[in-house]
C-alpha cells in the first residue's frame, strides 16, 4: 500500500516537473521565434502573454501602451506572438478596405450564447463572408440620410434629461452616470422605441450598467489569454451547472438577448393589432425592409437589435462625458462653443430641438466632439489583427503570418507628426485651422471609430446623439465641475470608462419651448 502511494506521487511529481520543463521549453522557443526575436520590447513580454495582462490589469493600458512606444520605437513586441505598432504608414495596411488582416481571437470574449449556440455579431465576427451576409441588410439602416428617422427618440430623453438637471439645479450631481443612462435609454429607443427607464427611475435598472462592467473586466483579463475562454465563460456545460447552483457570473449579453426577443414579440403583436404603424424604430424598419427584400432570419435580426444596445451604449456615454469634461477644463474651449450656439439661436438656425442636420452646420461643435475622441477614445486597446498566413513587411521588419499586431488609438491619437507638438493638448481648433492636406492626415490617423473594413457601423448615430445633445443642453444650462478631486477616474477594460465626473448645473434662464 505504501510503496504505491510511493510510486504514485512520484509518478505525479514528474509529471508535474515535465509540464513545467514543457512549458518552459516552449516559453523559450516562442521568445526566440524567428521574425520576432530581433524587435525590440520589453524582455519578459517574448515569453508569455503575462506581461500583457501586467499592461492592462490596472485599467491604465493607454498609459502603458504609450509608455513602451516611447521607450522602444514605433514596432514593439508586447507577447509571444504579439507586436504593437505605432506608426501612421501602417494603417491602411492593416485595417484598409482590402486589407486581409483578420480580427484576432481576442474577440471571442464578446461572443454571446443564443439558443446554447455562440452567436457571433457584426462586431466579433472574424470571418469576412459571414460579416458580409451580415451587415447586407442593415447598413442602409445605419446611412446619413436614415438618421432623421432616429431623431425624435433622442429628443424624448433629452427633454427628460434637461427637465431633470433643471430640478437638480445647483447640487452636484453624478453627471458620468447620468450620462450612462442617457445613452442607454436612447439607443433602446432607437432600437426598439422602448426606454430601458434609467432616467426616469434615476438608478442602474436591473444592474445592467454594473453587470456590464463585469464583463468588460472579464474581457480586459481573460482576452489577453483567448484560448482560456473556452473552459470559462465561453463554456456552455460550466454556466448552465453554475447557473442551476445559483452562483454563475452576471451575463449581460444573455440579457440584452432576452429584452430584444420579448421586444420583437411585442412588435409583432402591435402589428396584429395595427397599434405599431408610424413606428420608425432600428426594428420596425428592419422588419419593413424584411417585407421589401424577403426575410431576415430570427436569429440575426435578435443579434443586430442585441449589438446595438452592446455596442451603443457605452461608447456614446463615454464620448459624452469626454466632451463635458475638457469643455469644463477648457474654458475657451467651453465659451467659444456656448458663443456658436447661442449665435445659431438667436439667427433662427435652431429648432425647438436641435436637429442632426443643424448640428452638422456647427463647425465648432463638430471640433469639439472630434477632439474629444482624439484625447479620449471610447475605445482604447489595441484593434489587434492576424498578419496574413503569408507574412508581411511592416515598418520594415519581416513579420510571419500569423503574428497579432494592433494599432492602438491612444497611441496614435498623441502622434505629434499628426496632430502637432500640442498633440495632448485638448484644442479643437486644430480640426478647423488645418490645411486640406493636414487634415486629411489627421482624419486617416482618427481611430476612434475603427478604420477600414470593419469601422464602426455606428458612428451617424453617435454623431446623431451628441450632436443633438450637446448645444441643447448648453443652450438652456451652465455647467460646472464640482467634485472635490480635480481629475476624473478612468478604466480601459476595452471601454475606455471614466467616474467621477461630478458637476453642477445652473438654469441660465432662457424658457424650453415643446
Ligand atoms: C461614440 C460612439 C462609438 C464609438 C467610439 C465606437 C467605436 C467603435 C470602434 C473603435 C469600432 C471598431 C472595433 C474594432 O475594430 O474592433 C466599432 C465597431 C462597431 N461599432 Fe461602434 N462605436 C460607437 C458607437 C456605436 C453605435 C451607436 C453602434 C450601434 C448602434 C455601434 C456599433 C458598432 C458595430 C456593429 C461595430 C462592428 C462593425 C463591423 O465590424 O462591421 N457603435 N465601434
Not at 132 to 148: C, D
Request: aromatic letters at 12%.
Amino acid at each position: 500500500m505504501t510503496i504505491s502511494m510511493d510510486h504514485n506521487l512520484s509518478l505525479l511529481l514528474y509529471l508535474v516537473i515535465a509540464l513545467v520543463v514543457l512549458g518552459l521549453a516552449t516559453s523559450i522557443r516562442t521568445g526566440f521565434k524567428p521574425g520576432l526575436r530581433n524587435l525590440p520590447g520589453p524582455f519578459l513580454a517574448r515569453f508569455s502573454g503575462l506581461y500583457r495582462l501586467s499592461m492592462v490589469y490596472g485599467g491604465q493600458s493607454p498609459v502603458e501602451y504609450r509608455r513602451i512606444h516611447e521607450k522602444y520605437g514605433r514596432i514593439v513586441r508586447v507577447g509571444p506572438s504579439h507586436v504593437s505598432i505605432s506608426d501612421p504608414a501602417v494603417i491602411p495596411q492593416i485595417y484598409g478596405i482590402g486589407s486581409n488582416y483578420l480580427k484576432t481571437d481576442f474577440y471571442v470574449v464578446f461572443v454571446p450564447y443564443y439558443k446554447d449556440q455562440p452567436m457571433d455579431s457584426l462586431f466579433s465576427t472574424r470571418d469576412p463572408t459571414y460579416h458580409k451576409n451580415l451587415k447586407r441588410p442593415v447598413a442602409q439602416l445605419f446611412s446619413m440620410t436614415n438618421m432623421k428617422t432616429y431623431e425624435i427618440y433622442a429628443d424624448e430623453c433629452t427633454k427628460i434629461f434637461i427637465d431633470r438637471m433643471r430640478e437638480l439645479a445647483g447640487s452636484p450631481i453624478d453627471f458620468g452616470a447620468w450620462l450612462q443612462w442617457y445613452a442607454f435609454d436612447v439607443i433602446a429607443s432607437i432600437t426598439f422605441q422602448r426606454r430601458f427607464g434609467f432616467l426616469e427611475q434615476r438608478r442602474d435598472v436591473d444592474h445592467m450598467i454594473g453587470d456590464l462592467d463585469f464583463a468588460f473586466n472579464y474581457a480586459k483579463v481573460i482576452g489577453q489569454f483567448p484560448g482560456l475562454h473556452k473552459y470559462l465563460v465561453g463554456n456552455k456545460t460550466l454556466l448552465n451547472i453554475l447557473a442551476r447552483l445559483k452562483v454563475g457570473p452576471p451575463d449581460p449579453l444573455k440579457r440584452f438577448l432576452k429584452i430584444t426577443e420579448e421586444e420583437i414579440k411585442r412588435y409583432d403583436q402591435e402589428q396584429k393589432g395595427s397599434s405599431g404603424h408610424g413606428r420608425m424604430d432600428f426594428l420596425a424598419q428592419l422588419r419593413a425592409k424584411e417585407a421589401k427584400d424577403g426575410q431576415i432570419s430570427h436569429r440575426d435580426m435578435v443579434n443586430h437589435l442585441g449589438n446595438n444596445i452592446l455596442a451603443g451604449s457605452d461608447t456614446t456615454a463615454i464620448s459624452l462625458r469626454a466632451v463635458f469634461y475638457y469643455l469644463i477644463k477648457t474654458p475657451s474651449a467651453y465659451k467659444t462653443l456656448v458663443s456658436e450656439i447661442d449665435e445659431a439661436d438667436k439667427n433662427g438656425q435652431l429648432s425647438v430641438f436641435v436637429t442632426y442636420e443643424e448640428c452638422l452646420k456647427l463647425p465648432y461643435l463638430q471640433a469639439v466632439m472630434k477632439e474629444a475622441l482624439r484625447m479620449h477614445p471610447g475605445v482604447a486597446f489595441p484593434l489587434e489583427r492576424f498578419v496574413p498566413a503569408e507574412g508581411a513587411t511592416i515598418c520594415g521588419q519581416v513579420i510571419p503570418g500569423g503574428t497579432n499586431v494592433s494599432v492602438n488609438a491612444p497611441v496614435i491619437h498623441m502622434n505629434k507628426d499628426v496632430f502637432g507638438d500640442d498633440a495632448d493638448q485638448f484644442r479643437p481648433e486644430r480640426w478647423l485651422e488645418a490645411s486640406p492636406g493636414e487634415l486629411k492626415t489627421m482624419d486617416r490617423n482618427f481611430l476612434a471609430f475603427g478604420y477600414g473594413s470593419r469601422t464602426c457601423i455606428g458612428k451617424n448615430i453617435s454623431i446623431l446623439e451628441m450632436g443633438k445633445f450637446i448645444p441643447q443642453v448648453l443652450r438652456y444650462l451652465d455647467v460646472q465641475w464640482a467634485s472635490s478631486d480635480p481629475e476624473w477616474k478612468t478604466n480601459a477594460a476595452w471601454f475606455w470608462r471614466q467616474t467621477g465626473v461630478i458637476v453642477k448645473f445652473a438654469w441660465r434662464g432662457k424658457e424650453m419651448s415643446d
